[in-house]
Nanobody
Framework: EVQLKESGGGLVQAGGSLRLACAVS????????IAWFRHAPGKEQERVSC????????RYTESVKGRFTTSTDNAKNTVYLQMDRLKPEDTATYYC?????????????????WGQGTEVTVLP
């Protein structure tokens, strides 16, 4: 059974930074993708980033390109989301999800496991 646990959320001023971490366990394969999604009240769930454990390629939604970076520490089975130059519109609950299609082509329903979420609040 895949288990994912996020950490690192919090309250930050606009322009600040946070780093989210997602510990992945219960899954032995290495040919899959791990994604970060976010969900803000009144908005649709959005995939923020994806990283493929097959080849390390990453994808980002347009609104976070150049500000967010996702990476993995395979030895620790942990994926990170470094968020810089945060904006109030980044305020949301952030979830990690895995495993997904290894080329990062999948939508939310193609990810089998989800974490409990971590809240990020960016003050103006």
């Amino acid at each position: 059974e895949v288990q994912l646990k996020e950490s690192g959320g919090g309250l930050v001023q606009a322009g600040g930074s946070l780093r989210l971490a997602c510990a992945v366990s219960g899954f032995a394969a290495d040919d899959y993708a791990i994604a970060w999604f976010r969900h803000a009240p009144g908005k649709e769930q959005e995939r923020v980033s994806c990283i493929s454990r097959r080849d390390g390629r990453t994808r980002y939604t347009e609104s976070v390109k150049g500000r967010f970076t996702t990476s993995t520490d395979n030895a620790k089975n942990t994926v990170y989301l470094q968020m810089d130059r945060l904006k109030p519109e980044d305020t949301a609950t952030y979830y990690c999800a895995a495993p997904g299609p290894p080329d990062c082509s999948g939508d939310y329903y193609q990810y089998d496991g989800w974490g409990q979420g971590t809240e990020v609040t960016v003050l103006p």
